[in-house]
């Protein structure tokens, strides 16, 4: 009964929120000034014309709650080079890309391609002398030159309509634990049939930590993705959201390979904690702010006493990179596996306290509750940075750990990002991917999404989605096959 009514509140919210927009579009479109510019966007949600003469109220759909969702001008671009007979590539280079006169990756260098730049590559005639170097050009200059194929993946799907995913906004990387949970209700009300919501154990301060479950909730097949788990990588909620919203509003007209979204969703069900930490989002993203309670700006304020050095002077900065929960606790590293190992920090802090004991948090107690809950195939934990993935919890190859190998080769052959082969030794344990693996005996990996040190910058966003949407309809599609 609870839930029902909090359903329907979310409905009227709804229409109360497309009521509202449609009437200041409305009243926008006649007060806007012809010589005004108009938003890029607007002309496709339907924005009126300045000639008409008299503007009828826009139409309620499709709903806008968020800004361009993805570059539209890059989706279009993506066909062109396709029917040119040419591949579509997104350079997404650890630094700038280099694009050099020759094969030889010795030769003059002709541009630096940045981050996020889209790359054709024109078909080699004869068999190149290097299969790693390729000849590309850059539509935006017309410059030809060669790259190193493995920076720069191929976009191997149709270009997405961003009218169509409207509501998690990807234009700033200010992604806030507020605008998630608006995003999770509407998303859920817009797709009830394949979304559904249900809060966990609130976290340590006190905010609300949702969960959806997408697809078919009967199906055998489960699979388990989480992400912001630490504060300061809060893009991969973003993407997280994202891709949620983008495989519910293409579940009944998309594929992958050839298999309709249909046929692989309703095959298997996806439980999706999109910010698992939304305490330690929140600290990152406004410092002392994103404290609740005195309490915890006292524990902030202390962790900084304590951990200031000579390359740690300033309490904002050292906010900023703050990973761990309201308490200090770096929920990754408070797992019950190998977690009595883990002793590099005995306080609270910014990064790798583990906690006074395994699972001591609310927020690693939710992600170990729904992990048991039921018998998931796969677990796909998301974190940045580094453009690779992690698959073997110890470095023993175990069983275990080759089942989730993998997972690691689907999502790193769709993404390009690479698998560490070799888990060093001193990497600590205490993660959730180490404690399922480890403890749970169940496949499960890590996904390190972005390039540069984190918070990523926005312009990060745009090949991180690339990289990665097509991954969960691609493991989708393995997991049924087995
Ligand atoms: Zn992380």
Redesign the pocket.
Known sequence: MRFFLRRKDVIFRIFFVLALLTAVLWVSAHTLRPTETVPETAEESGEISPEEEEPEPVPAGPMVAGEVTVDPMIARRVEEIRAAGEIPRIAAPVEDLPMRAEENPKSKLLMNIPTGTLLAEIPAEEEPADPARIRVREPESGREGYITASYAPVIDYPAVDPSLLPVVRTDTALYTWEELCEDVDLLCAMYPDLLSTRDLRPSTDGRRIPMMVFGNPDAPVKVFVQAA??GR?YMTAQLVMKMTEYYAAYFATGSYRGIPYRELFEQTEWTIIPMSNPDGVSISQFGEEGARTSATRLILRRAFAADRSKTIRDQDTYLKLW?ANARGVDL?NNFDAGWETIQEKDHPSQANYPGPRPVSEPESQNLVDVELSQDYAASVSY??MGNLIYYDADGKKSEDAMRSLVIAEIISGISGYSIEMERSADLKLGGFTDWLQLRCHRAGVTVEVGTNPCPLEIREFLPIWFRNRECWAALAASLISE
């Open positions: 788990i630490h990588e990973k990754n974190h940045s």
